[in-house]
């Protein structure tokens, strides 16, 4: 099993930053991806960015530009910096972690809200 947790989040002004981590713990070996997920009130969760361990990154289309995904991977954390906050930005923000070569190792922390007020 791993275990997430994150840290951050919170209320920012329109135009603000944030910055939110996420550390795995547990039986981290073979962990291959790791991301952030947006879900929005009303909505279904999204991908925010992820990236794996060689240092690929992926953003979704609506926070690329803004935002940027980072990883130590000596400390099997995930960042997320958030610039450029809109109100849209709004949400609980989910760290996740995989073992792509197995199906059954995809994990999820338990969440950070995060408001964006305009």
């Known amino acids: 099993q791993v275990q997430l947790v994150e840290s951050g989040g919170g209320l920012v002004q329109a135009g603000g930053s944030l910055s939110l981590s996420c550390a795995a713990s547990?039986?981290?070996?073979?962990?291959?991806?790791m991301g952030w997920y947006r879900q929005a009130p009303g909505k279904q969760r999204e991908l925010v960015a992820h990236v794996t361990s060689g240092g690929s990154k992926v953003y979704a289309h609506s926070f690329k530009g803004r935002f940027t995904i980072s990883k130590d991977n000596a400390k099997n954390t995930v960042y997320l910096q958030m610039n450029s906050l809109k109100p849209e930005d709004t949400g609980v923000y989910y760290c996740?972690?995989?073992?792509?070569?197995?199906?059954?190792?995809?994990?999820w922390g338990q969440g950070t809200q995060v408001t964006v007020s305009s």
């Open positions: 996740n972690a995989k073992k792509t070569w197995s199906i059954s190792d995809d994990y």
């Open positions: 547990g039986n981290t070996f073979g962990i291959d991806d």
